[in-house]
């Protein structure tokens, strides 16, 4: 079943994913709609809750295109969560005001962990309607990012049953009885394919892989508990849909050492934390992925004449663009919750000027 779309107006992020030349470098930023902006905020109350916004394709709509009135972004991002897709696990997922995501029914034993199963994609049918809907909400102003999170940081939180400072319970898992971790993963990473697969037939354009906790690992670790399941997950998704290549991007917060193996994934971009030099990781693997980054986050607390200043360094960086490497612009991890909404402005005129003049 094929579902027709406006055609694109704006595909520079598309573009720069599959090492095309474009005008400028274009750009979005991870969690761009969220609570730093009041609208978002005013929606959520509306909604009740966060799973209110997200099990709504009305609400998920709206919150998904807030950022995209305000600002220039070349990339819209599903408006959901990685949790959903444990939620439907059976999990009992719940997000309590002010504090982080829980699971009601974490894994614990082998008893739960042996009854995991990938979920019937029906109960996430919610997150499919909100793309074919954002997607045409959208009418091809930018692209859709549709998204998951990687096998192993859905298990730091199945495991857990919140987040963590040091992974204790997952990480004893691991080291103890790591028959169970790689049940839990190989779960995990069909279901995740799946759920990205469907997100691609539903209208998702790109789609992104979040590992924000593969950076916890040991070397060695990294490797056999999570960028394997990233490779069989990448293996298995559709690279196009109604003839169009879809790029996949994947982004281990804290990978920085491990770029030439994360760039041999199968990925078409890798995502890169703050602490990695573009110059160099451009020079390593610029030939054969794009890179998406790297700004740090907290940068957008500094005045507008500093976040220009910084702007500048993450794009002199990177260098003058070239045919057959690729520069998205991206914060190194998701803009914070108290981030003044002017500096988000400050940021997006920064990028589209300063690029353009350096392809001037
Ligand atoms: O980027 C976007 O704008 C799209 C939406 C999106 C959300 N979560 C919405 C959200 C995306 C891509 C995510 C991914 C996600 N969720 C990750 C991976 C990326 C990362 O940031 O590392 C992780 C680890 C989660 C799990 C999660 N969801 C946590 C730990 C929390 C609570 C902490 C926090 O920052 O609030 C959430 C809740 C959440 N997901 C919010 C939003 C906008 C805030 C909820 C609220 O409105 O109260």
């Not at 204790?168 to 790689?182: F, G, Q």
């Not at 740090?296 to 260098?319: C, T």
Request: glycine share 8%; with cysteine; hydrophobic share 40%.
């Amino acid at each position: 079943m094929s579902t027709q779309f406006a055609p694109l107006k704006n595909d520079t992020f598309l573009r720069a994913l599959m090492r095309q030349p474009t005008d400028y470098t274009p750009l979005w930023l991870m969690r761009q709609a969220g609570r730093y902006l009041p609208e978002y905020r005013a929606t959520r109350a509306q909604a009740g809750s966060f799973m209110g916004l997200a099990t709504n394709p009305d609400y998920a709509t709206e919150v998904t295109l807030q950022p995209l009135e305000r600002y220039k972004l070349d990339a819209a991002i599903l408006f959901s969560d990685i949790l959903t897709v444990p939620d439907a696990m059976g999990l009992g997922l719940s997000f309590a005001e002010g504090e982080g995501p829980r699971f009601a029914h974490p894994l614990r034993d082998e008893k739960a962990v042996m009854a995991l199963r990938a979920p019937d994609l029906s109960s996430l049918q919610y997150v499919f309607d909100a793309v074919t809907q954002i997607r045409k909400t959208l009418d091809g102003r930018v692209p859709l990012i549709g998204f998951s999170g990687s096998p192993w940081t859905l298990a730091c939180y199945m495991v857990e049953g919140r987040g963590s400072d040091d992974f204790r319970t997952v990480k004893s898992m691991l080291y103890d009885r790591p028959d169970l971790m790689h049940h839990i993963l190989k779960t995990n990473a069909a279901a995740v394919a799946a759920y990205l697969n469907a997100q691609i037939e539903a209208g998702a354009q790109a789609v992104m892989i979040f590992d924000t906790w593969g950076g916890a690992l040991a070397d060695g670790v990294y490797q056999e508990f999570s960028l394997a399941y990233m490779r069989e997950v990448i293996a298995q998704l559709k690279r196009e849909h109604d003839g169009v290549r879809i790029p996949c991007i994947v982004f281990t917060k804290g990978g920085g050492l491990w770029l030439e193996e994360i760039a041999d994934s199968g990925a078409d971009a890798v995502g890169l934390d703050w602490t990695v030099n573009l110059a160099q990781a451009r020079a390593k693997v610029g030939h054969k992925v794009a890179l998406q980054g790297n700004l740090d986050p907290n940068v957008l607390f500094a005045k507008p004449d500093q976040i220009h200043a910084q702007v500048e360094r993450v794009l002199q960086s990177y260098g003058r663009p070239e045919a057959g490497q690729g520069h998205v612009f991206n914060l190194g991890h998701g803009i914070s919750q108290f981030t003044p909404p002017e500096s988000v402005t400050a940021l997006v005129d920064a990028v589209h000027s300063i690029s353009r003049r350096m392809r001037a």
